[in-house]
């Protein structure tokens, strides 16, 4: 079973507000990810990490930003919330070997 | 960079019936390949993996998937579907060295199944 954790569960928040979506893992996977699904639709990238002070964008552009202070934390911050960003976020870990790709249950995000 | 593609948007079957959930890759070398299931508002749970080992994958819940590379596919099958199994099921691959691990998506087939 996968051990990582993400809060909160739902959101609803007005525009301009700022929000971190939270991200912990206890399994001491160093490589971590942030996808957005919007409904019905498919998984983008927009944030990973290969371990501490490592912070890459992903393949989605996106007006988010992410930090990995710890290796279990990879929280993800949106400075002025708009209702483009209105989405569900997924963050993932792995293994070195990717024997193990978990992901968390998600936050779904609505911003009015 | 690697890719794939998922035939079908939806896919009905009956109950009892065999499930094919079509998936094709594309990449320059052998790649791993992942098939995800996705319950309504719920996170992804793997279902079984390919990381060139054995080319038939067996996963979860009576799931399991083949590695074909002369097709480019990996497409996923169970020989009896239950009502439980109606989910959006995604196909993914990544990369094998190191710097080229990221997961990329197809855009997923909801499956339906009819009692």
């Known amino acids: 079973e996968a051990d990582i954790y993400q809060t909160p569960r739902y959101l609803v928040i007005g525009t301009g507000k700022k929000i971190t979506l939270e991200c912990s893992q206890t399994m001491g996977h160093d490589k971590m990810y942030w996808y957005q699904q919007d409904p019905g639709m498919e998984l983008h990238l927009i944030h990973y990490?290969?371990?501490?002070?490592?912070?890459e964008k992903g393949d989605l552009s996106s007006e988010s930003t992410v930090s990995r202070i710890r290796t279990e934390h990879f929280p993800l911050t949106l400075e002025s919330a708009r209702p483009s960003h209105t989405s569900q976020y997924l963050c993932a870990s792995s293994d070195v070997r990717r024997v193990s790709f978990a992901f968390g249950s998600g936050t779904r995000l609505t911003v009015v | 960079a690697q890719s794939v593609t998922q035939l079908g948007s939806h896919v009905s079957v009956s109950e009892g019936a065999l499930v094919l959930l079509r998936c094709n890759y594309s990449?320059?070398?052998?790649?791993?390949l992942f098939w995800y299931v996705q319950y309504p508002n719920q996170g992804l749970q793997l279902l079984l993996k390919y990381t060139s080992a054995a080319t038939l994958v067996k996963g979860i819940n009576g799931f399991e998937a083949e590695f074909k590379k002369s097709e480019t596919s990996f497409h996923l099958t169970k020989p009896s579907a239950h009502m439980s199994d109606a989910a959006e099921y995604f196909c993914?691959?990544?990369?094998?060295?190191?710097?080229?691990?990221?997961?990329?998506f197809g855009t997923g087939t909801r499956l339906t199944i009819i009692p």
């Open positions: 990449s320059s070398v052998p790649p791993y």
């Open positions: 990490s290969y371990g501490v002070n490592s912070t």
């Open positions: 993914a691959v990544s990369g094998t060295n190191f710097g080229n691990e990221k997961l990329t």
